[in-house]
């Protein structure tokens, strides 16, 4: 009952044992997921800042150690196992690369934020909420194209309220609380979460942001090694 409150319930595979690299390879769903994480891991400005972000935060992500692709209950596309600093890729509910790019963003920004700070992921709501806000507001989920393509789009204030509502959704599917508990966590931390961009220093709304924000972080890192 206690793992089923911690969203463990969406993530079947988790108490299995792991297959032989063999028999996972015959799988078409696992073999995709394989080579569209690889893409993403090598081309995608979003994952290349995080990656290069932990590795400066002492967390180094490692691709056969770090990412699991498997197979999940629901409708949900990832998740982050805190227990095992691994990020989890619903190899069934993932089809398109555009996806993929998306998912791992969002995953990489819980996996650093477990780096960078003490996250009580399983006690504390409004610590679940801050990082859920934080991974919806820089990982690209709530870009004007990706509302469009969900019928969802306006003006004012837009971003925010897809952040905050994404954030709510995320809590929602991965603990067993109220909509008003999930609603009140969020509303609780918003401003605070929605300001905090490490390591971004800014919101990505579009790849072409995002590879700004890469090579400003990597400018960065080269003139505090020179100081």
Not at 213 to 222: H, K, L, V
Request: proline share 2%.
């Amino acid at each position: 009952e206690e793992e089923d409150d911690l969203g463990y319930r969406l993530f079947p595979d988790r108490k299995k044992k792991p297959q032989s690299f063999l028999v996972r390879s015959l799988f078409t769903f696992h073999n995709k997921c394989q080579v569209m994480l690889r893409m993403t891991l090598e081309t995608n400005p979003y994952a290349q800042l995080l990656l290069e972000a932990m590795k400066q935060s002492g967390c180094t992500v490692f691709n056969d150690r770090h990412f699991s692709c498997e197979n999940c209950d629901g409708c949900v596309s990832g998740g982050f196992d805190s227990a095992t600093s691994q990020i989890v890729l619903c190899q069934n509910n993932i089809h398109h690369q555009s996806h993929m790019n998306r998912v791992v963003a969002h995953e990489l920004i819980h996996a650093f934020d477990h780096c960078r700070a003490h996250v009580d992921w399983f006690k504390n709501v409004k610590h679940l909420a801050c990082s859920e806000i934080r991974a919806a507001n820089l990982s690209g989920d709530c870009t004007l194209m990706n509302e469009i393509a969900r019928f969802k789009f306006g003006l004012k204030r837009h971003h925010q309220t897809c952040v905050r509502d994404r954030a709510i959704r995320s809590i929602l599917a991965v603990r067993k609380v109220s909509k008003e508990t999930a609603e009140k966590a969020v509303d609780e931390v918003f401003d605070a979460c929605f300001n905090d961009l490490e390591p971004f220093g800014r919101i990505p709304h579009s790849k072409t942001d995002a590879r700004r924000a890469y090579r400003d972080f990597q400018n960065r890192d080269r003139y505090n090694a020179n100081l």
